[in-house]
Each structure stands twice: as structure tokens, then as C-alpha cells.
């Protein structure tokens, strides 16, 4: 696998743009994807019990596993907006429909902004309208989806599969209400692989959950998550089946492409300063490991030490107590950075200087080792902030 300089069209046969239509004050806020072809699709969504009209709307058009475009704005999340909700973000489907040429129920829809307002549809619509589709802009598709966020967040690959190469790219947004079990967090991820909606689906659900899943910024689950991914075909290798190579290599780019883009999301948490990843081996089995490293990387109390770039491996050992999975309190090994901490829960001593060396890096890596087994697993998140707290008492403002 090589990792490239591309962004969202870099596959064969994608074209993306994005625009400024007044949803916001000033920056772009819609932007669309488009294959030239329909394309093998799958999809993971928010488990909110409060979900946004997009989420119903993008899950009904999903429904044959095949897409061609999707359309974002930002500024609205179109949520808690009712029957108008709906009918606004069907409306948005036709519209593109009628723009691009192509089916409406082959149109995603995604939506992330401020909950509660019913979209502005005739700016919508004149944006639609004023979309340039002679040339692709993948920049600004990057920029029409985000919100808060400091960054925008992509990542490309490519591999030869089958004798054919073959390139997957991948766009995110997300800063705030972070804490997907799939937080506004928005994934799309394209690629010119020939392969079946029903392989591709099951090969991001999987991915998803030791991806997107181990991310939180402030354990705010939104009501619009979703990640996509669109397989076109157009690479023309031959169609990749379950269990060969070729399977492994794209689900290893999938698995890359989706941990980069998780990694982007915390790292760009509201007003974080640094990015925290968190590691525990010697696990029972993977999903405890993944349960502790999630707990220890959301905790508040880790977070703010994190920030004050405070070695309280107390409050660390403390989420690690509380994560409610199978461990041996005596066996637990701990270290930040290359300093350990703990070995069998005992305090050791420290190199007090190198430790603030690695607490002022912009990563911060936490390892745990429960020697209690054989699995492990990761979680990435970010620290806590003033500036988190500013962002968020004034967002709807």
C-alpha cells in the first residue's frame, strides 16, 4: 500500500466540488461528490435514538447498496425539524437529481450545523444551481463540510489488487459531539474498486468499530453521524472476492484510510491542543481492550491532566477501574511515552524532564499492559481545554 497526495476525486471516474451558498456567513457550506457511474456503496450510521432527517433519508437510498452522489451542507443539521425535516432533505435529493442528471434515490444526503432550524432550501436550491460540475474542486468539498473544525481532515492510498491499481480516498469532518458509536462526525470515503456492496459493507462495519468507534472528544454521541463509501469500479481489476488477497488489501486500505481520518477527527477535537492515544495490550480479548483504552482517552480527569501536561497516572489507572471489563488490579503495567509509570501497580520512578518533553508534544501516547491476555486494542481522542468550553457555550450564538 502507498500512501499518496490526493484528495476525495483522487479514485477514477470521482468529481467533487463545494460552495459558499449562504448557509453560513462566509465559508463554504455545500459541496457534492459525484461518480460517474453508480457505485457499489455501504454505509454506517449514528446510533442516536434522535437522529436527523438525512440519516432516514441517506438509509432509504442506501437500501439496493448502490449510490452515485452525495450532497453535504453545513450550518444545519437539519434535526429534530419533523415531517418538514424529511421533505426538505428529499427535496435536496431532487434538486441534485434534476442538476446532475441521475436518479434522486441514488443521492446521498448529510447534514452538520446547529440542531433544530429548518433548512433554508432556496439557498439550497441556488446552490445547487450554481454548481460548476466542468471542473473538480476537491478543496472546497473538503471545506464545505466542516463546522468548528480547525482543519480540513483526508487521506489517499492506492495498491495494486489483482495486477490492477487501485486508489481509495477518504474526507472527514468532526470536532465537536464526538463520541461515535457511529458525533457531528461526517466520513466519506471513495474508491475505484470492483467490488460488491454487500463485501464492502461488511468490511467498514468491521473496520468501524476499532476506527471511528475508538474516537471521542467529549462523549456526545450526534444526532448525524455517518460514514459512506462509494466503490465505482472503474480501476477495472477483477472483482474482488471474500477471503483472497485482494480481500485483505482493501480492507487493509479501508482499515488505514478509516484509522487516519479517526486519528484527524481527535487530534482536531474543539480547542484541543493535543492528540491522545491510548493502547492496551494484555487484554482478556480485544473488545475489553478497546473498552479500557476508550474509557481511559475519554476521561475528563485524563483529558485535563493531558492539557495542564500533568503525569497523574492515578486518574488514568482510575478509568482503567472503572471500564467494567476483566482485569487483575496487581498485574497492571502503565507508561506515557517511553516512561513507565507502573509495573505489577507498583509507582516507579521517572525521568522527570524527559517526561515533560513528551507531555508538551502535540501526541501523546498512553500504553497499558494488564497481562491478563492476549488481546489489545486502541482509542484516540484529544485533551480538554478552555477553549473547548468557549466554543460550546457560544455555539448556537
Not at 15 to 33: E, M, N, Q, S
Request: hydrophobic share 45%.
Amino acid at each position: 500500500m502507498k500512501i499518496i497526495d490526493g484528495k476525495i476525486d483522487a479514485p477514477k471516474g470521482f468529481f467533487a466540488t463545494g460552495l459558499h451558498a449562504g448557509l453560513k456567513h462566509t465559508k463554504k457550506d455545500l459541496g457534492i461528490v459525484l461518480s460517474e457511474v453508480p457505485a457499489q456503496a455501504a454505509g454506517v450510521f449514528t446510533t442516536n435514538q434522535v437522529k436527523a432527517a438525512p440519516i432516514y433519508v441517506t438509509k432509504e437510498a442506501l437500501s439496493d447498496g448502490i449510490l452515485q452522489a452525495i450532497i453535504v451542507n453545513s450550518g444545519f443539521a437539519n434535526a429534530c425539524t419533523g415531517a418538514i425535516g424529511l421533505e426538505d432533505a428529499k427535496t435536496t435529493q431532487q434538486y441534485l437529481a434534476e442538476k446532475l442528471g441521475i436518479a434522486a434515490d441514488k443521492i446521498a444526503v448529510a447534514s452538520t450545523g446547529v440542531i433544530g432550524k429548518v433548512l433554508p432550501m432556496k439557498k439550497i436550491k441556488a446552490g445547487i444551481d450554481v454548481f460548476n460540475l466542468n471542473q473538480s474542486e476537491p478543496q472546497a468539498f473538503h471545506e464545505a463540510i466542516l463546522t468548528t473544525d480547525k482543519a480540513t481532515k483526508e487521506v489517499a492510498v492506492t495498491d495494486v489488487i489483482n495486477g490492477v491499481e487501485v486508489t481509495m480516498a477518504g474526507v472527514a469532518k468532526g470536532s465537536g459531539m464526538i463520541h461515535p458509536n457511529m458525533a457531528t462526525m461526517l466520513s466519506f470515503i471513495t474508491t475505484d474498486a470492483f467490488i460488491s456492496n454487500d463485501l464492502v459493507q461488511e468490511i467498514l462495519s468491521e473496520k468501524t468499530e476499532v476506527t471511528y468507534n475508538q474516537i471521542t472528544v467529549d462523549g456526545d454521541t450526534s444526532t448525524n453521524d455517518m460514514v459512506l463509501v462509494l466503490a465505482n469500479g472503474l480501476a477495472e481489476n477483477p472483482e474482488i472476492e471474500k477471503g483472497t488477497e485482494a480481500y485483505q488489501k482493501f480492507a487493509a486500505m479501508l482499515d488505514y484510510v478509516s484509522a487516519e481520518l479517526a486519528k484527524k477527527i481527535a487530534k482536531d477535537g474543539e480547542g484541543a491542543t493535543k492528540l491522545i492515544e491510548v493502547e492496551v495490550t494484555g487484554a482478556s480479548d480485544s473488545l475489553a481492550a478497546r473498552l479500557i483504552a476508550k474509557k481511559v482517552v475519554g476521561s475528563s480527569l485524563v483529558k485535563t491532566a493531558m492539557f495542564g501536561e500533568d503525569p497523574n497516572w492515578g486518574r488514568i489507572i482510575c478509568a482503567v477501574g472503572y471500564a467494567e471489563t476483566l482485569i487483575d488490579p496487581n498485574k497492571i503495567d502503565m507508561w506515557i511515552g517511553q516512561q513507565q509509570l507502573l509495573k505489577q501497580s507498583q509507582p516507579q520512578e521517572f525521568d522527570q524532564t524527559i517526561m515533560k518533553e513528551i507531555l508538551a508534544n502535540e501526541t501523546i501516547k498512553i500504553l497499558i499492559d494488564l497481562n491478563v491476555g492476549t488481546e489489545s486494542g486502541k482509542a484516540w481522542g484529544c485533551d480538554l481545554t478552555y477553549k473547548y468550553v468557549e466554543i460550546n457555550a457560544l455555539y448556537h450564538t
